[in-house]
């Protein structure tokens, strides 16, 4: 293994190191935070350093000018080596032993940040800040254009530091912070209420005409039972007559226009020729039968318009005080 010169010059840290990810050791919950395993001649050094505390480092990839920053948690790595989080080196753009270079650094405070979640499963989390501020116990520092990960329940979940104050590199340790949460980036905006409630309602409108529309032509004519006109064996026409239907062919001198003809009206001695030749107190069969059996489907025509009625010759009723006058003198 090719090791590097660890020569230290000057008042500040600063040497390059191949970089590994946690599996490769035995800390997996490195992988929660932003905090890296230096071996122990980084801590003789930095010892003899009046550095700030706690300790923060710069991480920078030469080959593609990437940069971030992070935190110590040991010094127990073999030296030249450094392991650290596998979605920093995502972040950093590394390999499994690339060189990166780092180099201590003092950070402000942090007074505001701003996030934005990769998917909105995170906003669907029963308590996300909870998860969040458990999480961020673990980070020392934040930069701007760095993914985060939280890990919850078996998950992981990136997060975006697209914005924070007052510089672009912060120290979140012992300081209170203002968060702030960006739309995730697969959100999409549902659309404004105000314009759908009525373009359904128009909708539900329209079709319901046309279905009434569709449906009224294909409605069809319900059985309605006793709405004949009755006959006699006899002949003789009925004294009674229902109200809806019409008198039959046989009444007193009235006889209703039919809907449906050519306006002609049959007349009176057709009427009274068609009686006599039936026979009283006997059943009659052929055309005059079906003439009269076709009476009762006109006489419902009848019943729903209502038309002049043809003048026809009327017997002569009885007229009290029409005779001659008489004197009792003779």
């Known amino acids: 293994m090719q090791y590097f010169n660890y ?12 970089c590994y990810p946690a599996s490769f050791i035995d800390k997996p919950h490195i992988e929660n935070g932003d905090k890296i395993i ?26 593609t000018d990437r940069l971030s920053h992070c935190g110590v948690l040991e010094f127990i790595a073999e030296e030249g080596l450094i392991y650290m989080p596998y979605w920093m080196m995502e972040n950093l753009l590394l390999q499994e032993g690339d060189v990166v270079r780092v180099k201590n650094v003092t950070l402000p405070k942090g007074t505001y940040v701003k996030l934005q979640p990769h998917t909105t ?12 501020e458990t999480t961020l116990r673990n980070f ?8 985060i990960m939280v890990a919850y329940n078996n998950k992981k979940y ?21 968060v702030d949460f960006a739309p995730p980036l697969d959100y999409k905006e549902p659309e404004r209420p105000v314009s759908s409630i009525p373009s359904s309602k128009a909708a539900t409108e329209g079709i319901n005409l046309f279905l009434a529309y569709k449906a009224a032509p294909v409605e069809e004519p319900k059985f309605n039972p006793f709405t004949g006109s009755g006959r006699r064996l006899d002949g003789k026409p009925l004294k009674y007559q229902p109200p809806p239907v019409s008198s039959p062919s046989g009444s007193k001198g009235k006889q ?17 020729q068609s009686k ?29 318009e209502t038309k002049p009625e043809a003048p026809s010759k ?16 003779g």
Do not use: W
């Open 158 to 178: 990136y997060i975006d530091i697209i914005e924070s104050k007052p510089s672009s590199a912060i120290s979140i340790i012992e300081t209170d912070c203002e």
């Open 7 to 18: 020569g230290y010059h000057g008042i500040s840290f600063e040497q390059t190191y191949r």
């Open 38 to 63: 230096m071996p122990p001649s980084a801590l003789d050094r930095l010892a003899s350093l009046h550095i700030d505390y706690p300790m923060l480092f710069e991480l920078r990839n030469a080959s």
């Open 256 to 272: 209703p226009a039919v809907s449906g003809s050519s306006g002609q009206q049959p007349s009176t001695g057709s009427s009274s």
């Open 140 to 147: 020392s520092c934040l930069t701007t254009g760095d993914s």
């Open 121 to 132: 499963d995170f906003l669907n989390i029963s308590n996300p800040k909870a998860i969040l």
């Open 276 to 304: 006599s030749r039936q026979s009283q107190g006997k059943l009659v069969f052929g055309s005059n039968a079906n003439n009269q059996r076709a009476a009762p489907q006109k006489q419902k025509e009848v019943g729903k």
């Open 314 to 329: 009327e017997e002569p009723k009885f007229q009290p005080f029409t005779g001659k006058k008489y004197s009792l003198r």
